[in-house]
């Protein structure tokens, strides 16, 4: 007489049996996890605007010095020649810090666009680990496969958001750099260029010649 497979999941009250136990094992999971998960999410939302209010703020603060390299220098007739090179070296400054902040949000795009891909692909990696039935050698073979190699292309993805995130936050530095260096070249253009010197025309400012009294009619 063959020997039947030892198959836990032969008979349907076994395969409902284990349906309902993993049912409470992931409410177990999700009720001691989901706290967690909303203070995770909760913090990345704010670190997210955390780090938009800092590209902002690099945006605003060069650009504005860029800007008021002319007026400044208009306002207190410093003569652009004497100092041209240290105003050029400090609109260089600023406009470098300008060019740091817009690459720091080209950054951050990539970075949450990975995040977001990370998280849809172990999304459907976890719909693939539902899925998995003991006792169904096949089926569950390729399901455990699809699944190893959803995680790992995740991780993969996570590691690039990562790493765009570290080149975001070291270009935000690099423009805060950039404006303090700004700010200290503009200071010193200020301080140091000479101002402007107005030549007068002699040939307008001339003292009004005195003219001869032309003869009356009597003679005298």
């Known amino acids: 007489m063959a020997s039947q497979p030892n198959d836990p999941f032969a008979s349907l009250d076994a395969h409902k049996e284990f349906r309902e136990r ?23 939302k704010a670190a997210i605007a955390f780090a938009q209010n800092v590209i902002k703020s690099g945006q605003l603060l060069n650009g504005g010095g860029l800007l ?12 652009a020649h004497a100092g041209q090179s240290l105003l050029v070296f400090t609109a260089i400054a600023f406009g470098s810090g300008l060019l740091f902040a817009w690459i720091c949000n080209f950054c ?11 998280f849809n692909v172990w999304a459907r990696a976890q719909e693939d680990n539902v899925r998995i039935y003991p006792g169904e050698a096949e089926r569950s073979a390729e399901r455990v496969a699809d699944y190893k190699k959803e995680i790992g292309e995740g ?6 958001s990562e790493i765009f995130a570290v080149m975001g936050f070291a270009h935000a530095f690099l423009s805060l750099v950039c404006f303090l260096f700004g700010a ?9 260029t000479p101002k402007r010197v107005t030549a007068i025309n002699s040939s307008v400012v001339a003292a009004p010649s005195i003219l001869p009294r032309p003869p009356r009619a009597d003679g005298h």
């Open 184 to 192: 200290y070249l503009g200071h010193r253009a200020l301080t140091e």
């Open 108 to 118: 951050g795009y990539f970075s949450n666009g990975y995040r977001s891909q990370a």
């Open 22 to 44: 993993s049912r409470h094992i992931n409410e177990q999971v999700e009720h001691f996890a989901q706290p967690w998960r909303s203070e995770a999410l909760e913090s990345q």
């Open 155 to 160: 991780e993969k993805l996570f590691k690039r």
């Open 68 to 79: 008021a390299i002319p007026a400044l220098a208009t306002l207190f007739s410093l003569d």
